[in-house]
């Protein structure tokens, strides 16, 4: 493995779970000593737009685990979680300088700034209130003058998210003659290029109708979220994604390789991944592959072998079958090397978007069968994205008749199957699992950890994170007035 002796230096400066100590490539950096209102809003871009991958980043340390995409080392299952990162991504580090940003942007008429500012303060409560169900939010950036912001119910949450996105399109397709722009080195995201950023805004606005299947109808909240898809991503190139440098690296590389080369903690895949990906929960039929061509990409065997072994959750080492477990994260793999990506959305996931909400929109339900040619050509196309991406070849995979099955048999459980592969680390997947009710139906396989009934919560899976410590301490009567267990559903389940 390259540069790995070079890169112990690195681990030490860096804290592997909350990533703690993290540099802003080059971009202005504003200082905790520093005004932010003294700083331009292209020197504020940067600093955020990090947080907010990062605020992704700490969710899916847990949130992984729950969607058993990985477990812990040993494979153990992961307990009540605060996700606490992500909390202070969004409250210290980007709320507040996107306030700053969209008051500067107000005050010279940067209509498109603000548009971009307002797409970043939806992603981040998204996660936010995905998480926790009930946060701060019209309180939240009051600074001193208010240091225990009441909590907004989800619902309303949804409400301001979908408010800032329908806000954000209308000022990126509107003229803006200000002069001010996100420049092409504090944009980490799409280095300046606008109408990337509008396309964003559309594929967000669908994934967000697409959590609201229970709360405003399946068919409702489909065809709203189809009317979104149609003006979002065409390309992988719309990736929303940060990608890392040799020298500020990959917070999941530095936790899953570093951290396994110097004694530290690190994770392990998961069984029911690489259930979905080796024929065992969905079986291959064509006699033309046997194995998902993504699995070596994501993941690899103690012993080089072919036989990949994941850990059951919960299941003390052992694999699905009884026997010893074997696999870890791929080593220099697409998002475990030192400049890979962290993926918040992406282009095949607005195509299983698509595919979804085709197959609900036309009356579709976890055990029903057939959906549109339309909702069929997008699973595909989700499929061969991400393939892509990855750059694997999709060419034996979509001859498997399991895999292209035709439109008249596609199933549920089919499209959610690939959007879980195609969204490998992305906290999404979590909301999938829980908006389905971890519905064995649309993810055959699932199951809770093997040492579930020795825990808290028998027979429970969680749905939300806990409340850091540090904002009970903080802001006591709020977070009391709105906690609740972590197996409680959130609104919109």
Not at 21 to 38: E, I
Not at 68 to 92: C, P, R
Not at 257 to 269: E, M, Q, R, W
Not at 438 to 444: H, M
């Amino acid at each position: 493995m390259k540069n790995i002796l070079k890169s112990v230096v690195v681990v030490l400066l860096i804290t592997l779970i909350s990533g703690c100590g993290k540099d802003f490539f080059d971009v202005n950096v504003p200082n905790t000593a520093v005004d932010a209102s003294k700083l331009s809003m292209n020197d504020l871009l940067g600093p955020v737009i990090f947080h907010t991958i990062y605020g992704q980043y700490s969710a899916e340390r847990s949130f992984g685990n729950y969607a058993q995409n990985f477990v812990g080392q040993g494979g153990s299952a992961a307990g009540v979680t605060s996700v606490s990162g992500t909390w202070s991504d969004i409250y210290l580090y980007t709320l507040p300088d996107l306030k700053v940003i969209r008051d500067k942007a107000e005050e010279v008429g940067a209509k498109h700034f603000d548009a971009v500012a307002q797409i970043l303060i939806a992603i981040n409560l998204g996660i936010g209130t995905d998480s926790y169900e009930n946060i701060p939010y019209s309180e939240a950036t009051q600074a001193s003058n208010n240091f225990t912001p009441a909590f907004d119910t989800q619902e309303s949450i949804y409400t301001a998210i979908f408010s800032l996105l329908d806000n954000a399109i209308a000022e990126l397709e509107g003229p803006d003659n200000s002069g001010y722009a996100p420049n092409s080195s504090s944009d980490l995201i799409y280095h300046g290029d606008l109408t990337k950023w509008l396309k964003a805004a559309y594929t967000l606005k669908a994934r967000y109708k697409l959590h609201l299947i229970n709360k405003e109808g399946a068919a409702k909240a489909a065809n709203e979220a189809l009317a979104a898809i149609a003006k979002g991503f065409t390309s992988n190139s719309d990736d929303f994604q940060m990608t890392f440098t040799e020298k500020t690296i990959n917070p999941w590389y530095s936790l899953e390789v570093l951290a396994k080369h110097t004694g530290n903690y690190h994770d392990v895949i998961c069984d029911h991944l690489v259930s979905y990906m080796d024929g065992t929960s969905f079986p291959f039929t064509g006699g033309v592959v046997t194995r998902d061509p993504r699995l070596p990409v994501y993941a690899q065997t103690d012993d080089g072998s072919d036989n990949y072994k994941g850990y059951v959750s919960g299941g003390q080492g052992v694999s699905g079958d009884g026997t010893s477990a074997n696999t870890d994260f791929k080593e220099e793999g697409y998002y475990t090397n030192q400049a890979s990506p962290i993926v918040v959305i992406s282009y095949a996931e607005a195509l299983f978007i698509k595919a979804e909400a085709e197959f609900l929109a036309n009356g579709g339900t976890t055990t029903s069968v057939g959906t549109t040619q339309s909702g069929y050509d997008a699973y595909l196309a989700g499929i061969k994205a991400n393939m892509a991406k990855l750059g694997v070849s999709s060419s034996d995979y979509l001859a498997d008749p399991s895999v292209s099955m035709g439109a008249a048999n596609l199933k549920l459980q089919n499209i959610m199957k690939e959007k879980y592969i195609a969204n490998f680390l992305n906290p999404e997947t979590y909301v999938d699992l829980r908006k389905y009710n971890y519905s064995t139906d649309v993810f055959p396989g699932l199951a809770l950890p093997a040492d579930n009934d020795q825990g808290e919560f028998p027979g429970k899976w969680f749905n939300r994170a806990q409340y850091p410590s540090t904002e009970a301490q903080r802001n006591p009567d709020n977070v009391t007035a709105n906690q609740k267990s972590p197996v409680d559903p959130v609104w919109w389940q």
